[in-house]
């Protein structure tokens, strides 16, 4: 092992977003930082059900599966109870200096309105909203106002339940006492965004999809990208008290970022003397 780092020992823990598309090196970079910090214990919720870690960490980051400080809870990316569930279980089992991981974020918005529909109405989603759709035509067919009181959820019985249960995921994520990583793709900001949204994220022409709150949880925000020839890079959308990036090359998220950037230390480790 050629480099190990810690964090400063007058920093709080991290707070980190990644933002970006599939296959931008977000998984990747919780690897990296598996490798560099031995030590700590890495909680990954996985909600995209596709196997990355399995698969990443029996390839070119086997030393991490030697070590077996990585340790996934696998969620089906429309399976509410079994995302919060895990997100529980975590939170008990983390000490600090330890990282929580979710990846991915943007799964989880759309699986507590699933789980909503499915109490509340007895379908499945896409069910529910076909019905809704098939509603409004017939109402504008017959000469009503099309969508008139059709809409998908009621913005204050419906709502009003829907954003307090999804607030549970953010407090178990939140209240833990390591570090954390979530990850979100992105979307194009919206004309029916926020001011804040738009002055935070327009620039960037994308911003996280879900939960509108989800982009203003971390103290930073960090968008990844592939290029043509297969290179990774790294720009700053939000980074309290550190310098901004554009573009910068990413090789090794732990080095790259957490070193270069936010400033931690390279640390001696037991397996470098062997």
Same mark, same amino acid.
């Given at each position: #092992?050629?480099?190990?780092?810690?964090p400063? %020992?007058?920093?709080?823990?991290?707070?980190i977003?990644?933002?970006?598309?599939?296959?931008?090196?977000k998984?990747?970079?919780?690897?990296?930082?598996?490798?560099r910090?031995?030590?700590?214990?890495? =909680? !990954?919720?996985?909600?995209? @059900?596709?196997?990355?870690y399995d698969?990443m960490i029996g390839?070119?980051?086997?030393?991490?599966?030697?070590?077996?400080? !990585?340790?996934t =809870?696998?969620?089906g990316?429309?399976? *509410?109870p079994a995302i919060?569930?895990?997100?529980?279980?975590?939170?008990?089992?983390?000490?600090?200096?330890? *990282?929580?991981v979710c990846?991915?974020?943007?799964?989880? *918005?759309?699986a507590?309105?699933?789980?909503f529909t499915?109490?509340?109405?007895g379908?499945?989603? &896409?069910? @529910?909203?076909?019905?809704?759709?098939?509603?409004?035509?017939a109402?504008?067919?017959?000469?009503g106002?099309?969508?008139?009181?059709? &809409?998908?959820?009621?913005? *204050?019985?419906?709502w009003?339940?829907?954003?307090? #249960?999804?607030?549970?995921? @953010?407090?178990?994520?939140?209240t833990?006492?390591?570090?954390?990583?979530?990850?979100? &793709?992105?979307?194009?900001?919206?004309?029916?965004?926020?001011k804040?949204?738009?002055?935070?994220?327009?620039?960037?022409?994308?911003?996280?999809?879900?939960?509108?709150?989800?982009?203003?949880?971390?103290q930073?925000v960090?968008?990844?990208?592939?290029?043509?020839?297969?290179?990774?890079?790294?720009?700053?959308v939000?980074?309290?008290?550190?310098?901004? !990036?554009?573009d910068? %090359?990413?090789?090794?998220?732990?080095?790259d970022y957490?070193?270069?950037v936010?400033?931690?230390?390279?640390?001696?480790y037991?397996?470098?003397?062997?």
């Amino acid at each position: #092992m050629a480099l190990t780092i810690h964090p400063p %020992e007058h920093l709080p823990p991290e707070r980190i977003l990644l933002l970006g598309k599939e296959g931008t090196g977000k998984t990747r970079a919780v690897l990296s930082i598996a490798r560099r910090c031995p030590d700590a214990h890495f =909680h !990954v919720i996985d909600t995209d @059900y596709s196997a990355s870690y399995d698969r990443m960490i029996g390839t070119e980051f086997q030393d991490v599966g030697e070590r077996g400080n !990585v340790t996934t =809870h696998v969620t089906g990316p429309w399976d *509410w109870p079994a995302i919060l569930d895990a997100a529980r279980t975590v939170q008990k089992q983390v000490t600090r200096g330890d *990282w929580v991981v979710c990846d991915s974020m943007t799964p989880t *918005w759309n699986a507590v309105q699933e789980h909503f529909t499915s109490e509340v109405h007895g379908n499945d989603i &896409e069910t @529910y909203l076909l019905d809704i759709r098939k509603k409004r035509e017939a109402a504008a067919k017959s000469g009503g106002r099309k969508g008139s009181s059709l &809409e998908a959820f009621d913005g *204050w019985m419906d709502w009003s339940v829907i954003n307090p #249960m999804y607030f549970r995921l @953010y407090k178990h994520l939140l209240t833990q006492p390591g570090h954390l990583l979530l990850t979100a &793709e992105g979307q194009a900001v919206g004309d029916t965004d926020g001011k804040a949204m738009k002055d935070t994220y327009q620039v960037h022409g994308i911003r996280p999809a879900g939960q509108k709150k989800l982009g203003f949880l971390t103290q930073t925000v960090l968008i990844t990208k592939k290029g043509r020839k297969g290179e990774y890079t790294l720009t700053t959308v939000k980074d309290r008290g550190r310098e901004d !990036v554009e573009d910068i %090359e990413l090789d090794d998220f732990a080095k790259d970022y957490l070193q270069k950037v936010a400033g931690w230390k390279p640390k001696p480790y037991r397996e470098d003397a062997e």
